[in-house]
């Protein structure tokens, strides 16, 4: 390849790809859901999101030599035909997962006012901990929360102290799913919750996920939900996206369009990880540091004095109620409602990480700067 005269072919909702791979070549922007062969037929790099399956049928007898996702999962790519075919691959592992972390902790401290508990009274489950599950184990370690863990692939390799889902369903009060959607193997999570385990929840429990739509079985949690009104659900994600059952959205108490990770920061990041993995691949050195892609004139500023709610600041920062009034009127009309979710996406409003913003009036060394620390916000 001629590395300065590339066509690459990037999702419209990915940020950052022009400051990053002009310098290869041409940047052509199209809508990911809708990416056909054609617009890749004579592409040399593909850059996708998770709504874009990467497979024969799109990159047959194209010129693609490099694929990448700036995602953390990696269902939507055929990975063995990208091998057989010779053309590389990477995706982002971590690149959103502190934004769903931080929109777990908004929706759980939002929650807890409403329900009126605190977090350090409850046990709270998280079904798989990989990047994002093992984020927010480390944040709700910090601030004394009990935890259950569920992840079956690193409890057979690494062994410790994990919970069968049966025993995690049946003890937790918080229930947050971060699994992959992985289809087949020794641990599959397609449908992982379904009708014949979603009666082991336990009476008034919250239950979240923001990982894949389709590990719960969207159905059944539907049909359950009927009789067990007692618990309370979010969803970020669901199970026939962009299509969302308006039955089951009626019912959560938090919805959103699969909008968990992000953040401004998080999507940049992940652009960024495909950049260097190019340039890595190619033996070029990287021209551009993470830095100087995240902007620097935005960053939200928040002025604490006094005795601070940490709920507070964080819901300065990030309200999902905000997220959730928007999802709710996307409903309204049912047969513009797919189209609406993916507006959604498109067009969200900039959202910082809490590492971003500039806390002022706040005490070095305080129980309150200690709290925020432990939340994830930078109090130096």
């Known amino acids: 390849m001629n590395l300065k005269s590339l066509k690459i072919v990037a999702d419209e909702n990915i940020p950052a790809a022009e400051l990053l791979f002009s310098g290869f070549g041409e940047v052509v922007r199209r809508p990911g859901r809708q990416?056909?062969?054609?617009?890749?037929?004579?592409?040399?790099?593909?850059?996708?999101?998770?709504?874009?399956?990467?497979?024969?049928?799109?990159?047959?007898?194209?010129?693609?030599?490099?694929?990448?996702?700036?995602?953390?999962?990696?269902?939507?790519?055929?990975?063995?035909?990208?091998?057989?075919?010779?053309?590389?691959?990477?995706?982002?592992?971590?690149?959103?997962?502190?934004?769903?972390?931080?929109?777990?902790?908004s929706v759980l401290s939002l929650l807890a006012g409403e329900q009126g508990f605190k977090l350090q009274d409850k046990t709270l489950g998280i079904i798989g901990v990989g990047n994002v599950g093992g984020r927010l184990q480390a944040r709700l370690e910090q601030i004394g929360v009990k935890l259950l863990l569920n992840d079956p692939p690193r409890q057979?390799?690494?062994?410790?102290?994990?919970?069968?889902?049966?025993?995690?369903?049946?003890?937790?009060?918080?229930?947050?799913?971060?699994?992959?959607?992985?289809?087949?193997?020794?641990?599959?999570?397609?449908?992982?919750?379904?009708?014949?385990n979603l009666s082991l929840i336990k009476q008034g429990a919250i239950l979240l996920n923001a990982g894949r739509g389709p590990v719960i079985d969207n159905q059944d949690l539907l049909e359950w939900h009927r009789q067990r009104e007692d618990v309370t659900l979010v969803l970020d994600v669901w199970e026939h996206e962009p299509r969302v059952d308006a039955a089951l959205a009626e019912r959560v108490?938090?919805?959103?369009?699969?909008?968990?990770?992000?953040?401004?920061?998080?999507k940049i990041r992940g652009t960024y990880m495909l950049y260097h993995a190019f340039c890595a691949a190619n033996g070029i050195e990287p021209q551009l540091t993470l830095g100087e892609c995240l902007p620097q004139d935005n960053a939200p500023e928040l002025e604490l004095s006094g005795c601070v709610d940490p709920a507070k600041a964080i819901h300065q920062v990030y309200d999902p109620r905000q997220d959730d009034a928007r999802f709710r009127d996307s409903l309204l009309d049912q047969a513009e409602q797919p189209k609406q979710f993916d507006l959604l996406r498109k067009h969200y409003p900039v959202r910082r990480e809490?590492?971003?913003?500039?806390l002022k009036g706040v005490t070095p060394g305080s129980g309150v700067a200690a709290q925020l620390t432990a939340l994830g916000f930078n109090t130096d």
């Open 354 to 358: 809490f590492a971003a913003v500039k």
């Open 156 to 196: 057979q390799s690494e062994g410790g102290e994990f919970c069968e889902l049966h025993n995690l369903l049946q003890q937790a009060d918080i229930i947050c799913m971060h699994t992959p959607l992985v289809k087949g193997g020794d641990h599959p999570s397609l449908h992982l919750l379904n009708k014949s």
């Open 253 to 266: 108490r938090i919805g959103t369009p699969h909008i968990a990770g992000y953040s401004l920061d998080g």
């Open 35 to 105: 990416l056909s062969a054609t617009d890749v037929a004579d592409a040399d790099l593909l850059l996708v999101r998770s709504i874009t399956p990467v497979n024969e049928a799109l990159l047959a007898g194209s010129k693609v030599r490099f694929v990448g996702t700036a995602t953390i999962g990696t269902d939507h790519i055929d990975q063995r035909y990208l091998q057989e075919k010779g053309i590389s691959f990477a995706s982002a592992p971590g690149c959103n997962a502190d934004a769903v972390t931080e929109y777990v902790l």
